[in-house]
């Protein structure tokens, strides 16, 4: 079997404090794995940045491999996963590896090491999650745990999928060829939502699809995020509770999946 080739999707808005050391730390990580064989590349979407984001992405563009997307406005997270994930897909192989993180440091680098493995155990989905025993948030306010918390509690209790406990983390690994998959029965309407709510659509969407979930425990660092955070609190609340109510009510996702004729893809 061929070594999977490792892909790194960045949703990127005004992040000049945090890119070079987030693609230092990464590039830390990727010259211990490149010992294994695997080799990476870069899916970097600037949505709409109006700092020094831009300029800074095309100084890296000689020394990594990156794909640069650009958005003019600023669209939103959801816009900005589904065209990455669209355009890692279409470069991967079935068998290869793509990760989402955030580009705002806060991430661990050095977790896509064991992402890596649970993938190649077998896992089709890798989330590094906040809700295992070893995980920790150091920096983040009280109220955006309390959010995290009861998303997490009423996604399990109404669209429950195996394996899963944080919905909402935007830090994943997937098998290539699910993501193809997933394009090939919704189109770009696998993300429709902008916000930040577009991770639990994602996540709930490829479970109607047998995807093989799991879980590693991670050390959420909001410490080390420089800048403010781009969430709407209120916003981000108002629209995870429509998406829980859509996928609780509705059956358009699921009649997709039906008409498509696929019954797994692990």
């Not at 640069?68 to 590896?97: W, Y």
């Amino acid at each position: 079997m061929a070594i999977p080739k490792l892909f790194i999707i960045l949703p990127a808005y005004n992040e000049q404090e945090n890119l070079p050391s987030l693609i230092k730390n990464l590039e830390s990580v990727f010259e211990r794995l490149s010992y294994s064989g695997h080799t990476r590349s870069y899916v970097i979407v600037d949505d709409g940045s109006n700092d020094e984001t831009p300029k800074i992405l095309e100084q890296y563009k000689n020394d990594i491999p990156l794909t640069i997307i650009t958005h003019c406005p600023n669209e939103g997270l959801g816009s900005t996963m589904r065209d990455g994930l669209k355009a890692a897909s279409k470069l991967a192989g079935e068998q290869d590896i793509i990760f989402t993180m955030d580009a705002d440091n806060s991430h661990p680098a050095g977790l896509i090491i064991r992402m890596t493995h649970m993938i190649l155990e077998g896992n089709d989905i890798v989330i590094a999650s906040r809700y295992r025993p070893g995980a920790r948030v150091v920096g983040l306010a009280w109220h955006r745990r309390l959010m995290s918390f009861g998303a997490r509690i009423l996604f399990q209790l109404i669209v429950p999928i195996p394996g899963v406990r944080d919905y909402t983390c935007g830090y994943r690994a997937y098998r290539a060829g699910l993501i193809k998959d997933a394009f090939k029965i919704y189109g770009d309407t696998f993300v429709e939502n902008r916000g930040f709510q577009c991770m639990a659509e994602i996540l709930v969407k490829l479970g109607k699809m047998k995807a093989i979930v799991t879980e590693a425990p991670m050390i959420l660092r909001y410490d080390k995020k420089k800048g403010t955070s781009k969430m709407h609190v209120y916003k981000t609340i108002l629209g995870t509770l429509k998406l829980i109510l859509m996928f609780r009510f509705s059956r358009i996702q699921t009649q997709k999946f039906d008409e498509a004729g696929l019954e797994s893809h692990s």
